[in-house]
């Protein structure tokens, strides 16, 4: 296993990812072996017509002993969309990284992950 050596890409796959958050911490990407993830995008949307929700948007670079947060619950108003990362701010995730996703209240968050996999195969 090794970080793909990004000079010498020979592919590049688009993603793009969505769901529902819920309370659960849910990891929503793990980065397979031998490749790197680029996240172009991270996109939040609260569907509940009355009620704000809080977002937490965590990241682990060693395979899930630990976490660091993008986003610590924020607050997401209703009816609103929330922009966490866009083409200024994308990061990238090594193999076996993750990238987790927690919600204030189960099913009023939405979320579109989109991106890059990059692999020097």
Request: proline share 2%; no cysteine; net charge negative.
């Amino acid at each position: 296993m090794a970080t793909p050596n990004l000079v010498n890409v020979a592919t590049v796959t688009p993603f793009t990812i969505a769901g529902a958050v819920t309370t659960s911490a849910t990891d929503v990407i793990d980065v397979a072996a031998d490749k790197t993830q680029k996240i172009n995008s991270i996109i939040i949307s609260n569907v509940d017509g009355t009620s704000a929700a809080d977002i937490s948007v965590e990241v682990s670079v060693d395979d899930g002993v630990s976490y660091f947060h993008i986003a610590k619950t924020v607050s997401v108003p209703a009816d609103a969309t929330l922009v966490l990362i866009d083409k200024n701010s994308q990061i990238y995730l090594d193999e076996t990284d993750l990238l987790r996703l927690t919600a204030s209240a189960n099913s009023d968050l939405e979320y579109v992950i989109s991106g890059e996999i990059l692999d020097d195969a």
